[in-house]
């Protein structure tokens, strides 16, 4: 498109130099020439100072164009998808609990390749169709009641979850993981059950999501 555009600039000019040319050649200089002609001169100077810059537009197209070649040979044409993110960025202590469930939103960003993990929401949203891998981690800090339940979610679909839901104990930590495979547009996160809480420190990251595509498809 660009080099379409470059192009369609050049073909004006050239018309427009010509055209200057033919007018202006039966004379002999600009000071013996008609106010008319003597302004089509100046547009003449103009077209050409407009030809030199798309000539610029066109060198820094080529090198652009050979920029993007060699950064296609460097990571193989492939495209390049992995986040890995903790739930806390700074301080500790409990999230939830909520009287619904809640997508857990992990602040904390280790890495974010291919900007398709939304901090905001904690949502991330997959920009290339593929199979994806997913591990979430959660962990219960000397809480007897309420327990924790998280579930990784496609669409809103449960994919996975792990549980903390035992009786008089405390400090328990689990994960689970899924290789799933995904659309453009398909969502995945992590949401909070209803009543339960998750602990987090920023210091150490307990509660953290990762994710990476495998293959695109």
Same mark, same amino acid.
């Given at each position: 498109?660009?080099?379409?555009?470059?192009?369609?600039?050049?073909?004006?000019?050239?018309?427009?130099?010509?055209?200057?040319?033919?007018?202006?050649?039966?004379?002999?200089?600009?000071?013996?020439?008609?106010?008319? =002609?003597?302004?089509?001169?100046?547009?003449?100077?103009?077209?050409?100072?407009?030809?030199?810059?798309?000539?610029?537009?066109?060198?820094?197209?080529?090198?652009?164009?050979? &920029?993007?070649?060699?950064?296609?040979?460097?990571?193989?044409?492939?495209?390049?998808?992995?986040?890995?993110?903790?739930?806390? &960025?700074?301080?500790?202590?409990?999230?939830?609990?909520?009287?619904?469930?809640?997508?857990?939103?992990?602040?904390?960003?280790?890495?974010?390749?291919?900007?398709?993990?939304?901090? =905001?929401?904690?949502?991330?949203?997959?920009?290339?169709?593929?199979?994806?891998?997913?591990?979430?981690?959660?962990?219960?800090?000397?809480?007897? =009641?309420?327990?924790?339940?998280?579930?990784?979610?496609?669409?809103?679909?449960?994919?996975?979850?792990?549980?903390?839901?035992?009786?008089? &104990?405390?400090? &328990?930590?689990? =994960?689970?993981?899924?290789?799933?495979?995904?659309?453009v547009g398909d969502n995945v996160w992590v949401e909070l059950r209803p009543n339960t809480v998750v602990y987090d420190d920023s210091g150490l990251s307990?509660?953290?999501?990762?994710?990476?595509?495998?293959?695109?498809?």
């Amino acid at each position: 498109m660009m080099k379409m555009k470059i192009k369609m600039m050049k073909n004006v000019a050239l018309l427009f130099v010509a055209v200057g040319c033919c007018v202006c050649e039966p004379q002999t200089s600009c000071g013996e020439e008609s106010s008319s =002609s003597c302004a089509i001169c100046s547009v003449t100077q103009g077209i050409a100072m407009l030809m030199e810059k798309v000539k610029l537009l066109e060198t820094r197209l080529e090198k652009s164009e050979k &920029d993007v070649e060699e950064l296609r040979g460097l990571i193989g044409g492939r495209p390049q998808v992995a986040f890995s993110v903790g739930l806390l &960025d700074s301080n500790n202590g409990n999230t939830g609990p909520f009287t619904e469930a809640t997508p857990l939103k992990y602040k904390k960003v280790f890495s974010n390749m291919g900007s398709c993990y939304n901090p =905001s929401t904690g949502v991330f949203t997959a920009l290339v169709k593929g199979m994806y891998f997913f591990r979430f981690t959660m962990f219960n800090h000397q809480v007897s =009641s309420p327990k924790s339940v998280v579930y990784l979610k496609r669409n809103g679909q449960v994919v996975a979850s792990v549980w903390d839901m035992g009786a008089g &104990d405390s400090n &328990d930590t689990g =994960s689970n993981a899924a290789v799933i495979p995904l659309e453009v547009g398909d969502n995945v996160w992590v949401e909070l059950r209803p009543n339960t809480v998750v602990y987090d420190d920023s210091g150490l990251s307990l509660t953290t999501l990762s994710g990476f595509l495998i293959f695109p498809m």
